[in-house]
């Protein structure tokens, strides 16, 4: 489902920004949408840092048959804490997790179970707060937080300036690809407010126009 915000956003960006302008025209029909659950979106990120596409997809469906075999043929299966935290490290392992992946979902998982992460409260926390407690779990830094706000949160105006996309996005369309800091990123994007993450969005459509899906 398209988020509410999302035409809005379109007609604001494409008034103040040219570069967004074209791009937006180009990929009319696609959008942000949310896929999965918090704690399954927050796993599946885990166990796909530092690999590519292809290991991560592989090593996901082992870990998905390993603590939710009854889910394993859905495209996006639901993973619950309770079934990560009580699963054997063996049989984690076994599915490719290395052993600091493993200990990072088990974190994850008892974050969930003791309550320090509660999706029902997000609502009323700002980005920063939100990001504050998601890196509190072992694993999680900034950039895979601010990564699940845009893609599970749909927070509208996230700028995760740390993203190498973005980088080469903003370089190609903005410097003739000279590569720039943050705080250049920073300054071109106050015209995008309270829209950055869906500037941010049509700005990796222009690298790759397929989405990525969280």
């Known amino acids: 489902m398209k988020p509410a915000y999302w035409d809005e956003a379109k007609a604001a960006l494409a008034r103040r920004d040219r570069v967004l302008k074209k791009l937006i025209g180009r990929y009319p029909d696609v959008h942000l949408q949310r896929r999965s659950d918090p704690f ?6 885990i166990v796909g840092q530092q690999i ?3 290991a991560a997809d592989t090593i996901w469906q082992r870990f998905v048959a390993a603590v939710a075999p009854a889910h394993r043929t859905r495209a996006f299966p639901r993973i619950v804490p309770d079934a990560v935290a009580a699963a054997p490290v063996d049989a984690l392992r076994g ?6 992946k493993t200990e990072y979902l088990s974190d994850l998982a008892n974050h969930f179970i003791a309550g320090r992460l509660q999706p029902r409260r997000w609502k009323a926390m700002d980005d920063e707060a939100l990001i504050a ?7 999680i830094g900034r950039w895979t937080a601010e990564m699940f706000l845009i893609f599970h949160e749909l927070r509208p105006d996230v700028l995760p300036v740390d993203d190498i996309g973005l980088q080469r996005a903003v370089a190609l369309h903005y410097h003739r690809g ?8 920073r300054a071109l994007a106050v015209r995008w407010q309270p829209w950055r993450s ?12 397929v989405p990525v899906e969280y």
Do not use: F
């Not at 599915?95 to 600091?100: E, I, K, M, N, V």
């Open 178 to 185: 000279e590569w720039v800091e943050a705080a250049a990123i």
């Open 52 to 54: 590519s596409v292809k």
């Open 40 to 45: 399954t979106t927050l796993a599946r990120a």
């Open 95 to 100: 599915c490719g997790l290395s052993q600091r």
């Open 133 to 139: 407690a998601l890196v509190d779990v072992k694993g």
């Open 198 to 209: 869906v500037a941010t969005w049509y700005l990796w459509r222009s690298l790759d126009p």
